[in-house]
């Protein structure tokens, strides 16, 4: 199977580069991680995160023939060739198909991904309605990957500035969380042409999620929230 | 993360140490639950947990521990949810919880339903929520940085770790009052492992490198369901939720093995009937070597709910919709009982001078690197969670009092990175060396075959020279990737080390215990023996030499569970 892969290592190169790789395929290389470790076993310089191979650890997210996802469970088979892998846009590389997540995460701990409720703890649990909790289905599952932010012209443009997709999504976790009372705190640090707003609802996020979730979903109901309260 | 947090909540400085980002950490793949007698469903107390987890131990378990975590579980699980954890609802209100494998009411009766889940996807709320609090703390994340060892002084105190950070290629030291490893399992010394490639026991491997012997090392879980050939682990929770699993004929044969608990017995039964069943020729597919676990009765609603990250996985890497045909599964390599020897505080305990249980002064262990031991010879489903909860939170407890009366730093020893320097300058100037993926596969291969979930005298004799032989290969691996910038054939490298630390630490202690206890079968000796083997293994790695010591048999308050025999 054919692959060329972006190759960059500040130690000895002056720019990025494009490498072509050909590789036999065993019958147990299902997904393409599997491809990729394939292909280090002949070439160990060949740089990528990984840890849990399954899809809920978010480390090997990267741009595949175009298009941002999980490497672990992408089927290697049905790839058009040659597959063409980038580290996922508009983030600094690291080296090869590691970019710094620093932009990203920095976002994410801006909307407070924590519950915030000042009452005392009860001595057991704080009760939640089975329909409450329901609430959250669809958001908490977010694993971290990035691969909704970095599809997202908006956040390109302005990786300092908007919250992105995925920080949007956690900041809509806690204000659907009914044991969340920080409601109001949460909406007005959004309330900002663009932490929240440069959302243009492009729905790239969407697109590519490899969880399935839906960060629109979820910007358009933080959108509705914030017009509720000033009527 | 649960020690952590606490030391940030009480206004210590913590750098936590990780060699990847903390949601990414292995916790995040744990599915079923966490075990509490919270009562929510069927009546429970904390009594029958520790008996349910005295008699899953197969009595290698230390009782006092075992007490100290099962009366802690409802009180760490409601601080998790008030923490945010997403826990799924009763109608009630109250935390969802499910029956798990080995659970039982009143001392060996009825099912109990004790395992308090967030669908499929427990430990990854449960990884995120102890982060998003980290947070909220602002404790101090160094990520993708990876420890490489240990320094101890002349009296053997610990005083920090040598670190790569892997980013930029440079070595550190962190010279701290007080060191917890939280470094997680390493059963990826096994080709089929459920495991994440980071767990590669580095933990462990620091311990032994630094002369601090290693626990019960031959105590290995093989889960009952990972994925057949991709390894993915397919939770018990499936089982809990009502699933069943059948061989080539459309039999439910864990009726056979286990008449009363059936499917949900304990892991390490239901794995040996696996095990046997496949022997036998009654093993599914082509090559009759594997089982099916059915599920489909259950209702595509149910499995929508409870199990959404399980049907994913299936139709992923099985190609195999569990809403209308089984999972293929086979039993697979998930879980390490041994470890960094503790008591129930997170102290790190070795003999010394006066005693096999001395504490070894700033190093503390938590989680599935120590052996405390709760787990004894098997461990129950969803008390691992448990466990990291409990003792992440004591050590952390211990952490705060210790440092009241070590107010300053000892003085660190000039050669305090020798040790991983030369292990990186090795590494870096070897010509004409072993590959490292080779010599891994070698290594995984080995432990595969001679040490599994049956093993048998010549094996286990062969496997010790085989395990050597690696060993030695592993000393002369070669890179050709120098670069220093993230690195990942170096890390692979360095792992590859800590990997022949535990795989030996295994092959050795598995050798000498001629008994069958728990997880570990042996087929010239299928029986429990107590008299001879009432005790813990303590695995030294400078000259592989063993010891052992005795199972704390006395609770701390309650009266002791004496060993019996185990049916389930």
């Known amino acids: 199977m054919k692959f060329s892969i972006y190759r960059f290592d500040p130690d000895k190169d002056e720019k990025p580069y494009m490498q072509d790789y050909e590789i036999a395929l065993e019958p147990a290389d299902r997904m393409l991680l599997d491809a990729l470790i394939r292909i280090k076993t002949v070439d160990d310089s060949l740089s990528l995160r990984r840890s849990c191979r399954e899809g809920v650890c978010g480390s090997d997210a990267m741009n595949i023939n175009g298009r941002n996802g999980l490497a672990c469970i992408t089927p290697v088979k049905g790839l058009k060739e040659p597959v063409e892998l980038r580290p996922l846009p508009g983030l600094p590389v690291i080296r090869d198909l590691i970019v710094d997540m620093t932009q990203f995460f920095k976002q994410y701990h801006s909307i407070k991904p924590y519950l915030i409720n000042e009452d005392p703890p009860p001595e057991t649990e704080r009760l939640q309605a089975p329909e409450e909790r329901a609430e959250l289905d669809g958001l908490y599952e977010c694993i971290l990957c990035a691969c909704c932010s970095t599809a997202c012209p908006s956040f390109w443009w302005n990786p300092d500035k908007y919250v992105g997709p995925a920080g949007l999504l956690q900041a809509y976790r806690f204000l659907a969380d009914s044991r969340d009372q920080a409601t109001a705190e949460r909406l007005d640090y959004l309330e900002d042409p663009y932490r929240l707003f440069r959302c243009h609802s492009i729905m790239n996020c969407t697109d590519v999620c490899p969880k399935g979730l839906n960060p629109m979903e979820a910007i358009g109901r933080i959108k509705t929230m914030m017009t509720k309260r000033t009527i | ?568």
């Open chain 2, 1 to 568: 993360m649960r020690a952590a947090l606490q030391l940030s909540e009480a206004g210590l400085k913590v750098a936590v140490l990780s060699k990847v980002f903390p949601t990414r950490s292995h916790t995040v793949a744990a599915q079923g639950g966490i075990a509490a007698a919270l009562g929510n469903v069927t009546e429970d107390n904390w009594h029958w947990h520790m008996y349910d987890t005295v008699k899953g131990s197969d009595y290698l378990g230390d009782q006092d521990a075992i007490e100290f975590m099962c009366r802690q579980a409802g009180e760490v699980v409601y601080e998790l949810e008030h923490y945010g954890m997403p826990f799924d609802r009763l109608e009630n209100g109250k935390i969802y919880q499910r029956p798990f494998g080995g659970q039982s009411q009143n001392f060996g009766g009825a099912q109990a339903t004790r395992s308090c889940a967030v669908a499929d996807r427990t430990g990854h709320a449960m990884l995120h929520t102890l982060y998003q609090r980290n947070v909220r703390a602002n404790t101090q994340f160094f990520v993708e940085w990876m420890a490489l060892d240990l320094i101890r002084d002349e009296h053997g105190d610990v005083l920090g770790v040598s670190a790569l950070d892997i980013e930029t290629g440079e070595v550190m030291i962190l010279q701290a009052r007080a060191t917890l490893f939280a470094t997680g399992g390493g059963a990826r010394i096994f080709s089929a492992s459920t495991n994440a490639f980071i767990n590669t026991g580095d933990g462990l491997a620091m311990a032994a490198r630094a002369g601090v012997p290693l626990q019960d090392m031959e105590f290995w879980q093989f889960h009952p369901t990972g994925v057949y050939g991709a390894g993915i682990l397919i939770s018990e929770a499936v089982r809990g939720e009502g699933g069943y699993l059948l061989n080539k004929d459309g039999e439910r044969f864990m009726e056979r093995y286990a008449p009363h608990a059936k499917d949900l017995a304990s892991r390490d039964v239901v794995s040996r009937a696996m095990t046997t069943e496949i022997k036998e020729g009654h093993g599914c597919g082509r090559d009759a070597d594997h089982l099916l676990l059915k599920l489909d009765h259950l209702g595509a609603d149910v499995i929508k709910a409870r199990l959404p990250g399980i049907r994913e996985i299936a139709i992923k890497f099985a190609h195999a919709d569990p809403v209308r045909e089984p999972i293929p599964v086979v039993p697979t390599a998930h879980y390490m009982m041994g470890g960094i020897p503790t008591n129930f505080h997170g102290q790190v305990v070795a003999p010394y001078k006066t005693g096999p249980e001395e504490v070894v002064q700033g190093f503390y262990a938590v989680g599935e690197c120590a052996c405390v031991s709760v787990h004894g010879a098997n461990r129950l489903g969803t008390n691992s969670l448990l466990d990291i909860l409990v003792f992440g939170r004591a050590a952390g407890n211990q952490i705060i009092e210790d440092l009241k009366r070590n107010s300053h730093h000892k003085h660190l020893p000039g050669d305090a990175a020798d040790k991983a320097l030369g292990r990186l300058a090795r590494l870096d100037s070897q010509k004409d060396g072993e590959n490292v993926s080779q010599v891994g596969d070698m290594l995984r291969k080995t432990m595969q075959t001679h040490c599994g979930v049956f093993r048998f005298a010549d094996l286990l004799k062969q496997g010790v020279d085989k395990i050597s032989e690696v060993a030695q290969r592993a000393r002369n691996t070669e890179i050709r990737d120098k670069s220093r910038v993230f690195n990942t054939a170096r890390v692979e490298a360095l792992e590859l080390d800590n990997l022949v630390e535990v795989a030996v630490a295994t092959m050795v202690s598995a050798q000498a215990r001629t008994e069958s206890r728990g997880a570990h079968a042996r087929d010239d000796f299928p029986h429990r023996d107590d008299d001879k083997w009432l005790k813990h293994t303590l695995y030294f790695s400078e000259d592989r030499r063993l010891d052992y010591k005795p199972v704390r048999l006395k609770p701390l308050t309650v009266e002791s569970f004496p060993p019996k025999a185990r049916t389930y």
